[in-house]
């Protein structure tokens, strides 16, 4: 069974849109942390052409949803949904921090991968993901957003439980604070932003699964402050 699904994520610095069209990914990236709105309707526009099919035509749609920037996720959690509901599409959801994830097993076949992204006020959201036999991802429930200092000693400690294979870093919570790699054995890659095209294999996971979200139903990933953005005027 191929599938065809869009991925749209615009939850950090980098715009992304990447195609799933029958066992071929077309995809468009930039980083611009201000003009999201404008650069991300013309990439989908853009993979659609090139692969000579409609939005009606797909099988879902993917987004990013967080955490990350809380404008970035708005903005691509909101035109997702306005995408979705044109086309009568179902919807998957995908971590920012997973996708993360599946960017360093593309490009250095490691399956064990710790993630931080800055996010500002000192902090970090991160998470410790490794992938299964199946190919499936394992710790979404180890996202949190925290101090530094304390992911360090979460990581210290598995790193020191497990040593039978070596982990990957990725995100730009690295570079934030070196000090987290301070005395560390993982190994470098070269991502640190998350891609659309690394939430195609997680997404067509899901959607084979039957594992979607209707438009009405999708909520967004922030991790920090939850309760009082949805205290905030007009949110309730």
């Given at each position: 069974m191929s599938s065809r699904i869009l991925a749209v994520d615009t939850a950090t610095e980098a715009c992304s849109v990447?195609?799933?069209?029958?066992?071929?990914?077309?995809?468009?990236?930039?980083?611009?942390?201000?003009?999201?709105?404008?650069?991300?309707?013309?990439m989908v526009e853009e993979v659609l052409a090139q692969a000579g099919i409609k939005l009606n035509q797909l099988d879902a749609l993917?987004?990013?949803?967080?955490?990350?920037?809380?404008?970035?996720?708005?903005?691509?959690?909101?035109?997702?949904?306005?995408?979705?509901?044109?086309?009568?599409?179902?919807?998957?959801g995908i971590s920012s921090l997973m996708t993360l994830a599946q960017g360093v097993y593309r490009t250095t076949n490691s399956s064990r991968v710790l993630v931080a992204i800055d996010a500002r006020m000192s902090e970090i959201y991160c998470a410790q993901y490794q992938r299964d036999e199946q190919g499936f991802w394992l710790g979404e429930?180890?996202?949190?957003?925290?101090?530094?200092?304390?992911f360090?000693?979460?990581?210290?400690?598995?790193?020191?439980?497990?040593?039978?294979?070596?982990?990957?870093?990725?995100?730009?919570?690295w570079a934030a604070y070196p000090e987290l790699l301070e005395g560390s054995s993982l190994?470098?890659?070269?991502?640190?932003?998350?891609?659309?095209?690394d939430m195609l294999p997680i997404a067509e996971q899901l959607w084979l699964a039957g594992k979607v979200i209707a438009v009405e139903n999708v909520e967004?990933?922030?991790?920090?402050?939850?309760?009082?953005?949805?205290?905030?005027?007009?949110?309730?």
């Open positions: 990447a195609l799933l069209c029958d066992g071929e990914i077309i995809s468009r990236f930039a980083i611009s942390p201000r003009e999201h709105t404008q650069k991300v309707l013309p993917a987004f990013g949803r967080g955490p990350g920037s809380f404008t970035g996720v708005r903005i691509g959690v909101g035109i997702a949904q306005g995408l979705a509901l044109g086309a009568d599409l179902p919807m998957i429930e180890t996202e949190a957003v925290m101090l530094p200092a304390d360090k000693a979460k990581f210290t400690e598995v790193q020191f439980t497990e040593v039978q294979e070596q982990w990957s870093y990725a995100g730009t919570g190994n470098e890659s070269l991502i640190t932003l998350p891609a659309a095209q967004p990933t922030y991790l920090r402050n939850e309760v009082t953005w949805k205290k905030l005027p007009g949110r309730e």
